[in-house]
């Protein structure tokens, strides 16, 4: 049961980078959620991930149930806790922190999440959920009491990454948080990328198209973003991004 995980897989492969967008429907309007869930297949985008750091503001199964039924793309969850796992998405990034030493989210959420994930029939993608250090404190830090790696240290990632390897995750998340003043550093991309076999996401602070395909030539496998379209409706913009991490660049790192 890995059908959304061989569509990212095979879309990589086919334009050469991958791009997720990321809709938090308790800090953006769930009918502007919606829209851009719509507009996504037709502007680029490869798949959507949904997911908040806190619920406050909306019931989010019934949020992400809206987004599902305005798109045919993968609807796949990125959860801050089980109590997020519902049954209206395709797959899941079934994460562990591994960058914490915390184990409420190393382990102590999976063991709640996995028979939910069961009953619910979604597709599990194991995935190492590293946060890598952006500036000030971030939403995701806060709330898991834990460090991020430093970004001069890409050796204590690439260790990490390796680790999440050999566990038998499928994806590694680089994760600067939600709005971050700096993005993952390339040099730690490209690390990463050489020294494991798993594909790895990119997030966190990527402001431009620009900054998207840097990631990508850098080695990024695929590039989330969200924060940039919580507020445009600018549609071309979305298209623009979705370019940038579909096609080889020629930059000079």
Known sequence: ??????????????????????????????????RLAEAARD???DALLVGTSV???????????????RTSLPVILFPSSYGQINPYVDAMLFTSLLSSRNPTYLIDEQVKGAP??????IEPIPTAYLLIESGPLT????????LPIPRSKPDIACAHALAAQYMGMKLVYLE??????QSVPLEMITAVSHYTDIPTLVGGGLQSP????????????????????????????????ASACHAKHSLTL
């Open 210 to 241: 620009d900054d998207c395909a840097a990631a990508i030539q850098a080695g990024a496998d695929f590039v989330v973003v969200g924060t940039q379209f919580e507020e445009s409706s600018d549609l071309s913009y979305l298209t623009e991004t």
């Open 176 to 181: 600067a948080g939600s709005g971050a003043q």
């Open 55 to 69: 619920m406050i503001n909306v019931n989010f199964t019934d949020a992400v149930k809206a987004i599902k039924e």
């Open 1 to 34: 049961m890995d059908d959304t995980y061989r569509y990212l897989l095979n879309q990589r492969a086919e334009r050469g980078g991958g791009f997720l967008l990321l809709l938090d429907p308790d800090r953006v309007p769930v009918d502007h959620c919606c």
């Open 116 to 121: 939910l994930v069961k009953r619910c029939g």
């Open 139 to 146: 939403s995701v830090q806060y709330i898991s009491s834990s």
């Open 43 to 45: 502007c680029g985008v």
